[in-house]
């Protein structure tokens, strides 16, 4: 599928996203935080949003590129990135990530915070696949998706392999198309990659009765 449009609508109308994901500092810090020069490390954000992820690696000194379909989602990670990060490096550009406006080994590593699993298995197996094409060679890349169990999961209207307009939980309000992730298909969408780990990240909601589950994926190009 393409991006859906249903993004703009909320990015206008919600402010999301301000802070980073604790797990992408954690993988930051084990990967890229011994680098000197980190000015010259590039890192590129699929479905970037607001900016609150490249907000971080600006201020950490990385060169940051983030793409959204969002142009709303653009203009208020700019605006935040000018604001709060003056004279950070990078560019930001809207599009769709299942077609990257990047050459070839451009990239040292590329981030994924559940972008990619509001895409079908083949296009994002085609996703992962144009990350790999800009990584260079032995980037790194961390992906995080909703695992199969997830709250929500299995509810609402099928839109394809475990893929759902979902009607329960969290998410109902404001995904219109999400796709949850079996373990045993984590290598058949990142087959370009050696997979360095993948963890199970869980959380309870409403005392305990529903569960939040989400991959979290590392890799180095192949």
């Not at 935040?80 to 550009?93: F, K, N, Q, T």
Request: aromatic share 14%; charged share 25%.
């Amino acid at each position: 599928m393409v991006w859906d449009p249903i993004w703009e609508k909320l990015f206008s109308s919600r402010d999301w996203g301000k802070y980073p994901s604790e797990e992408l500092i954690r993988f930051m810090a084990q990967n890229y935080y011994q680098i000197t020069y980190r000015n010259q490390i590039k890192i590129l954000e699929l479905g970037c949003g607001p900016g609150a992820n490249l907000w971080y690696l600006a201020r950490e000194g990385f060169m940051v590129y983030g793409m959204d379909g969002s142009s709303t989602a653009i203009e208020k990670c700019r605006k935040r990135l000018d604001s709060e990060v003056p004279g950070w490096i990078g560019d930001l550009y809207v599009g769709d990530i299942i077609s990257l406006p990047y050459d070839n080994n451009f990239f040292d590593a590329v981030i994924d915070l559940e972008a990619i699993t509001h895409n079908s298995f083949e296009d994002s197996k085609r996703i992962y696949s144009e990350a790999a094409r800009v990584l260079k060679s032995k980037g790194k890349i961390f992906s995080r998706t909703f695992s199969v169990g997830t709250w929500g999961d299995k509810t609402g209207k099928n839109l394809g392999h475990n893929a759902w307009n979902i009607s329960d939980g969290p998410m109902k309000d404001h995904c219109e198309y999400i796709r949850f992730t079996a373990l045993d298909e984590i290598n058949d969408l990142l087959i370009n990659f050696n997979l360095e780990k993948v963890e199970l990240l869980k959380r309870t909601l409403d005392n305990r009765a529903h569960e939040i589950k989400e991959w979290l994926i590392y890799g180095e190009k192949i």
